[in-house]
């Protein structure tokens, strides 16, 4: 049964998708539960009808999209991604792995295969963790790597709760029935761009991950004293700027440090308040974003950063507060998908290398509930999360075939 991808049908959805977005183009943003979300996930709800998937939507808003397969009591092969993007983000992330998952299903039904196990097609909930502040919030709940009542704490930078925001949006029903059972999948494959150069560089077709790295996150609050700029002179100063500074040039040079490349600390977020020409700065809010393959080195870091809080806080008469928002453990791809996604690149003769992955994403949390295994495929310079990133109609091509060859395998 040959396995034919529609290029240009996936090119024109992928298009069509980036103009569901709340920025100019090529600029795309689009953040869980705003009118645009919603009007991409209805989009995309139409393609799954179209396709003949049975659909389904969980509490958090997760989308699971099923062809059933002969057996329909079998765990099912799940696969997908997220359609939420970053303000500013590109085209990209998380679309090729939903909308190719999708081409994947239907090149299958073309081909004229028939599933033994269901396929499941999965768009996840706030892979981004923009609006309330933490990245994979479908999947950790699906997979129960965070409680429903932790959810039902998280906030919105206007305060809407996160209760309001789903119900509002139209999913309602009670978060504690998101969680699945390990078991419920057979296994997860991901679809992803590499959000990095090495494919690029090497000119190979498609990466297959062995592990994801680990991330963590926090909240730093610094107070100091504010005052006029004119009148407080330097030496009575509690600038809180000028401690957030120092912090984040001192867990710059602890990352630059720590002994490995894989080691990445980002400070994304500086709120200064009063946030006056004129006026000293008395209060300043961060966020950190440290990042490794290896769990104790990166629990280093964060040990790291904290202990240049206290002695910069000491130094300049601040008080500074870190507020953890999570810690999450490195995933390991299963063994048996990273060698099915092998095989089918074997069979299509396209070269591929083994790699991590040093961005986070719904396959980490899958990794807790079941075999997963991700796919990468090329983008031009490494460009993601932001609107040049780009990945050809071509590499999107083979990785949509690869994905196809390998849920044919897992659900025969
Ligand atoms: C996901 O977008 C990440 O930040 O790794
Ligand atoms: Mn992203
Ligand atoms: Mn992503």
Redesign the pocket.
Known sequence: MNLEVNKQRLTSEIEELALISDAEAPAVTRIVFTPTDLRARAWFLERCKKAGLATRQDAIGNIFARWKGQDANAAAVGTG??IDAIPNAGKY??VVGVLGGLEAIRVLQQSGFNPKRSIELILFTS?EPTRFGIGCLGSRLLSGSLSADAVKKLTDKDSASIEQARRTAGFQGELETVKLSAGHYQAFVEL?IEQGPLLEQKNISLGIVSKIAAPSSFRIFIDGAGGHAGGVLMPDRHDALCAASELILAIEQQAKTSGSTDTVATVGICEVFPGAVNSIPSRVHLSLDIRDTDLQRRDSLIAAAEASSQAIAANRGVTIRQELVNADAPGDCAANIVETLSESCKKHRLSFLPMVSR?Y?DSLFMSRIAPVGMLFIPCRNGYSHRPDEYASPEDIARGTLVLAETLRSLAS
């Open positions: 991604s997220h992330d998380g892979e992803h961005a994403h």
